[in-house]
């Protein structure tokens, strides 16, 4: 079946797109991190996702060097982008929130009535958001996919499993789909996550949304996005994604990672008027004509025009009339029907022929 957060079945075609904002990149601290929340809410987002991590638990070898690219803005307000390279562990201590900060946040979403999931990259992780803060829904890093006994575990809590698939091979992302089947998990959302900070647009591949929804029938795609704008999120939502992620922040220009690319409020307002606005225009797979435009287009279709005065009973020939707008009498498809019959009223030169005059 497809997956499921909350009531919420994240279905497109049943209950149009799942939009979530991500804030676990890009907050400082838990002041920072609710301001995101009242930014995601403002927006009408669905959910907020955050990153649970400790960086000194994680990182065995903090030298670890990762690149990105940040934002610079000069006092002319023009823009240019930086590449950078920062301690990994930098990054991610940047990200932390503690177990009380956790609680008062998930309190703030509550209170705003905003679905808030996040990720985890340890057990006891898991049991503090699934058990303790009443989380339901849990995604797997990108770089977790090989953790199979991880995978295992966060399946065995009976929640939404999201799985962040990043430059995983196909045949990685099936393995951890049976991985989580196996465990019992059958609520699952499968993200095409194109990888970089930015993402180059060679590295996105939106073609594989359909791949990934035939591959996984049952379960729902979402698609991760990691490049500036929002034009591959609408792409990926005419492509028939069933949720998307973007990452939000309080400020482009803040030289950290993920910043450059997400999207502050006035954006993230109109990046969720956008997908709702696809949505709509998408409609439906049948020809569907309102009954409205139905009437409308009758002005700009044709009907015959007696070119002289036709007297009651005479024949209906095609040389005396000619087709005109608006189309208010019978149609050109139905004159070859009526034609030869006779009239049953006179018909005054310049007059349309209508059904009641046969």
Request: charged content about 30%; some cysteine.
């Amino acid at each position: 079946m497809k997956a499921r957060i909350g009531a919420r079945e994240i279905d497109q075609k049943k209950n149009g797109v799942y939009i979530v904002l991500e804030a676990g990149a890009t907050h400082c601290g838990l002041e920072s991190a609710k301001k995101l929340v009242d930014v995601a809410k403002n927006a009408g987002a669905d959910a907020i996702k955050f990153q649970l991590l400790y960086a000194d638990r994680l990182m065995a070898d903090k030298s670890v060097k990762f690149e990105y690219e940040y934002l610079e803005i000069d006092a002319d307000g023009n823009e240019r982008f930086v590449f950078t390279k920062e301690r990994l562990y930098d990054i991610l201590k940047r990200r932390e929130l503690q177990p009380a900060e956790w609680r008062e946040l998930k309190a703030y979403c509550d209170k705003a009535n905003l679905v808030i999931f996040s990720t985890a990259t340890f057990r006891d992780e898991v049991d503090f958001l699934v058990d303790e803060l009443g989380i339901n829904s849990i995604k797997i890093n990108s770089s977790d996919i090989n953790e199979l006994e991880f995978i295992r575990y966060c399946s065995l809590k009976g929640v939404n499993i999201q799985f962040d698939t990043g430059n995983a091979d196909l045949w990685e992302i099936e393995r951890a789909v049976i991985e989580a089947e196996n465990a019992g998990a059958d609520n699952i959302v499968i993200h095409l996550c194109p990888s970089g900070y930015p993402t180059r647009l060679e590295s996105i591949n939106l073609r594989m949304i359909g791949t990934l929804k035939r591959m996984f029938p049952d379960y729902s795609v979402a698609f991760s996005d990691h490049s500036p704008g929002w034009e591959m999120d609408i792409a990926a939502v005419a492509l028939g994604a069933d949720m998307v992620e973007k990452t939000i922040t309080l400020d482009r220009s803040i030289k950290s990672c993920e910043h450059s690319f997400s999207l502050e409020q006035a954006d993230a307002i109109r990046f969720v008027r956008s997908i709702r606005d696809i949505e709509t225009a998408l409609g439906s797979t049948r020809r569907v004509i309102p009954s409205a435009l139905r009437n409308k287009r009758k002005s700009t279709r044709r009907s015959p025009y007696a070119l002289r005065e036709i007297k009651a009973g005479e024949t209906i020939r095609i040389e005396d009339f000619e087709f005109k707008r608006p189309g208010y009498g019978i149609t050109g498809e139905d004159f070859a029907f009526f034609r030869n019959k006779r009239l049953i009223r006179d018909l005054g030169a310049g007059e349309v022929l209508t059904y009641e005059s046969i």
